[in-house]
């Protein structure tokens, strides 16, 4: 399994492969109460913004269980309260409009009259993901949790925590590029063997892994990180 991480302080940015919605929604550490869908349009109950919403984490948990492939396109982002959502403008809403059709937002895409902390875009879920976010580093930890569980799963143990070092590495090559290659020996074989791969800044998934298949990246940091027995709780 690949996944692939970047993430942008300066512009609380992250973009990833191998992080689908509902990643999102069991490994962040920020659990949005309610979603405002840019697209698709035809899921949720229909706001006078001209987009739908979802209330709550019973609406969402249904939503995260839907087939988010048949979407193409997935696109929100979050609200405090459904009646602070009825002051949004219609600058803001021509703000989304744009956010959903470019990928990118005209600044910042939070807004303090909604008080969202997040934006969501992903096109072919969990084969690209950009995700605006007030704190940064909970996109790490996102994915460090989404690690975590990984790991533990292939190790057939009921807890597993990640070591200092190799979180360390997770969250200083994050900001430049990281690749992060989880495999197993064999099917049988209680081990896995992970490989942080500093690959560099990219927003396109089809040409970050066609460059990587065909070795035409320098890898200016990659470190093997080994898990068995010995590292269970």
């Known amino acids: 399994m690949k996944i692939y991480v970047h993430i942008n302080s300066s512009e609380n940015k992250g973009v990833f492969s191998g992080i689908k919605f509902s990643d999102f929604i069991e490994h962040s550490p920020i659990l949005p109460k309610n979603l405002l869908l840019l697209a698709p349009l035809y899921y949720g109950r229909n706001h006078n ?29 979050d609200f405090d309260d459904p009646v602070k959502l009825n002051s949004i403008t219609k600058l803001q809403i021509a703000e989304l409009l744009y956010l959903n059709h470019t990928s990118e937002p005209l600044c910042l895409p ?17 084969w690209y993901s950009k995700i605006y976010c007030k704190d940064w580093c909970s996109m790490t930890e996102m994915v460090t949790n989404k690690l975590q569980q990984l790991i533990q799963k292939k190790l057939e143990v009921n807890s597993f925590y990640l070591p200092s070092d190799f979180l360390g590495d997770v969250s200083n090559i994050s900001s430049k590029g990281l690749l992060i290659e989880l495999e197993s020996p064999n099917k049988n ?3 896995v063997v ?19 298949e065909r070795g035409r990246i320098r890898f200016p940091f990659k470190k093997e990180y080994i898990f068995g027995a010995t590292d269970r709780q």
Not at 49 to 77: A, T
Request: hydrophobic share 40%; glycine share 8%.
């Open 49 to 77: 913004s001209g987009f739908g919403i979802l209330e709550g984490s019973d609406e969402i948990e249904v939503f995260k269980n839907h087939n988010i492939d048949q979407c193409g396109n997935l696109c929100f982002v």
């Open 194 to 212: 992970a490989n942080l791969i500093e690959v560099g800044i990219y927003e396109n998934m089809d040409v970050l892994f066609n460059d990587f």
């Open 110 to 126: 939070f807004f303090e009259n909604i008080q969202n902390r997040l934006a969501y875009i992903s096109h072919d879920d969990g």
């Open 189 to 191: 074989s209680n081990i």
